[in-house]
């Protein structure tokens, strides 16, 4: 069923890429001189099985691209954000939740602060010293918290987001960092969500409208020339 899917959406995207690009859609936003990697919700409760968050293909793909990342972002020094999410407050009853009305919609009360397990970052991707763990308590990695700021004051002008899921955390993480001025890149192979067409169909209108969806292995390349001067085009 989901390679059925996927092979229908393929089919449809074509039609809607034509039509975007007539439009003046699908433009890039292009990679700056200093990015930093932010990993929204690869965290226990999303990345390892019989959690209601947990997510498809976090094994196979999402853990290994993400690994990747980190090990080049890492040895260029560059910083490295991981974002996760849990409340202080489960009871729905309770007018004084930090959900706010979140929970209204999702199991949210399925991350509690008090079971540190869950809201922890997968071990195999686990925080070094040096690199940020950020709680937050909506979708966007950016709402409500000190991200923006803190990317500010270290001189960083382009975000490489990965994580969970493709539908809500990263599209709001992505939407909210071009609002805030940041150039914004999507890793493909390392964005998961729990329900089959998420992925492609987000990541397809991600890059029509607010980010550059690209494969790790350009987006490695970028790292890798993080720093590196212009190549000049040489005159004939």
């Not at 923006?148 to 909210?176: H, K, M, P, W, Y």
């Not at 192979?189 to 492609?200: F, I, K, N, T, Y």
Request: aromatic share 8%; charged share 25%.
């Amino acid at each position: 069923m989901a390679d059925k899917l996927d092979e229908a959406l393929e089919a449809a995207f074509a039609e809607a890429t034509r039509r975007y690009r007539e439009r003046g859609f699908q433009r890039r936003v292009g990679f700056g001189a200093k990015p930093a990697l932010i990993n929204v919700d690869l965290a226990n409760a999303w990345t390892r099985p019989g959690n209601p968050f947990t997510c498809e293909h976090i094994d196979d793909r999402v853990i290994p691209a993400v690994q990747k990342l980190l090990a080049a972002f890492r040895r260029k020094g560059l910083p490295v954000v991981h974002v996760t999410t849990c409340y202080q407050i489960t009871d729905r009853d309770n007018p004084h939740t930090d959900m706010g009305l979140w929970h209204t919609k999702i199991p949210v009360e399925a991350v509690a602060e008090s079971d540190t397990n869950l809201w922890a970052i997968d071990s195999r991707i686990a925080p070094i010293p040096g690199e940020q763990l950020l709680i937050k308590k909506r979708a966007s990695a950016f709402h409500g918290t000190y991200l923006a700021g803190f990317l500010r004051a270290a001189g960083v002008d382009t975000i490489v987001v990965t994580g969970v899921t493709a539908s809500a955390c990263v599209r709001e993480t992505v939407c909210d960092g071009l609002a805030d001025g940041f150039r914004t890149i999507v890793c493909k192979e390392a964005v998961g969500d729990r329900v089959p067409g998420a992925v492609l169909w987000n990541l397809f209108d991600i890059d029509a409208k607010f980010g550059d969806v690209e494969p790790l292995e350009r987006c490695l390349q970028m790292i890798e020339n993080v720093g590196r001067p212009a190549k000049v085009p040489a005159h004939a």
